[in-house]
């Protein structure tokens, strides 16, 4: 995964309102970049499977602040809404 997109890190070290919003937010960039190189990856996001790309995103998130497990449903909701925005397209 060619890493062009700066994850943001959360506002407070702790949990606070909005924090899942601001998670989607920060990893939305690069989980579009990802579904652009790896079509593989978002459908094994979908089914809430972290391979490879997958993993060294959640661990990029979790370097700048985000715990592994706010990542993972980051990645897996970003995924599917990937995944229903394309199928708009079609309908």
Same mark, same amino acid.
């Given at each position: 995964m060619v890493e !062009?997109?700066? =994850? !943001? /890190?959360?506002?407070h070290a702790s949990d606070y309102p909005g924090r899942q +919003? @601001?998670?989607? +937010? /920060?990893l939305r960039p690069a989980v579009a970049e990802l579904a652009a190189e790896s079509q593989d990856s =978002?459908? +094994?996001a979908m089914g809430?499977?972290?391979?490879? @790309?997958?993993?060294?995103?959640?661990?990029? /998130?979790?370097?700048?602040?985000? !715990?592994? @497990?706010e990542a993972r449903d980051a990645i897996e909701k970003l995924a599917r809404e990937y995944e229903g925005a394309k199928g708009t397209i079609f309908d």
């Open positions: !062009s997109h700066a =994850i !943001s /890190a959360p506002r +919003a @601001d998670c989607l +937010a /920060a =978002i459908v +094994a809430g499977e972290m391979t490879g @790309d997958l993993l060294t995103l959640a661990h990029e /998130a979790e370097g700048v602040g985000w !715990s592994f @497990d």
